[in-house]
């Protein structure tokens, strides 16, 4: 089942903070952060594992509540080059273990 | 290193012809996914392998898509006969390990289908 992000869309000016929210039905075992710019590869950005452990870029920084099944990805003194759309991909366990299923997308722009 | 290599970047096609793309991923990388995205969507999963087995295939319309990948390493994916909802983008990812991994995604190709 696909997680729901929201919000659907974002606008910033540059060094301005935005949260970008991952919530998802079923049990998780990790949540992972994608940014694709138009026309380009979706980037791995961070992934939350269940039982804390991280991996990622320095900066950006994410939380996952592992009883709400959600995630919230946190954009801090944002800068241009932030712009795109942001997926969250989230991976159950079980036979869910492996794949990921990615939300809607949530697209950023940030202006000058 | 080396990133995802996919080809062709973009193909046009007409409806109810066959259409092949092609996926090399990041060397030692022995987990391979096959995605299409349909604009303004998020990635769907279509076909995800181990080496060369088959880890999950349920989302692949198998009475028209295809895939392999021969000696664990590229893989192809098959469209035949192709209809005008393949119209999207294809993106193949590979990753270390199976599960709790991050992926990494090729430049994908774009398929238009007439």
């Known amino acids: 089942q696909q997680p729901v992000q929201s919000p659907q869309a974002v606008i910033l000016r540059e060094g301005e903070d935005a949260v970008i929210n991952c919530s998802s039905s079923k049990a998780l075992y990790s949540v992972h952060w994608y940014r694709q710019k138009h026309g380009e590869a979706p980037v791995f950005l961070m992934i939350?594992?269940?039982?804390?452990e991280q991996k990622g870029h320095d900066k950006i920084s994410a939380s996952f509540n592992e009883k709400k099944q959600q995630s919230s990805l946190y954009l801090t003194a944002s800068q241009l080059s932030y712009s795109g759309t942001y997926f969250c991909?989230?991976?159950?366990?079980?036979?869910?273990?492996?794949?990921?299923?990615f939300g809607q997308g949530t697209i950023l722009t940030v202006h000058p | 290193e080396a990133g995802v290599a996919q080809s062709p970047r973009y193909k046009i096609i007409e409806k109810r012809q066959s259409v092949a793309f092609w996926c090399n991923p990041i060397s030692g990388h022995a987990t391979l996914y096959w995605y299409q995205q349909i604009l303004g969507q998020g990635p769907k999963l279509l076909i995800q392998?181990?080496?060369?087995?088959?880890?999950?295939d349920s989302q692949l319309p198998k009475d028209r898509f295809s895939a392999e990948r021969l000696k664990g390493v590229d893989s192809t994916l098959k469209i035949q006969p192709a209809k005008l909802e393949d119209s999207a983008v294809y993106l193949c990812a590979s990753s270390l390990v199976w599960g709790g991994d991050e992926q990494y995604f090729g430049p994908g190709t774009r398929l238009t289908v007439t």
């Open positions: 991909g989230t991976e159950g366990g079980g036979t869910s273990y492996g794949k990921l299923t």
């Open positions: 392998f181990q080496n060369n087995g088959v880890v999950d």
């Open positions: 939350l594992l269940k039982g804390g």
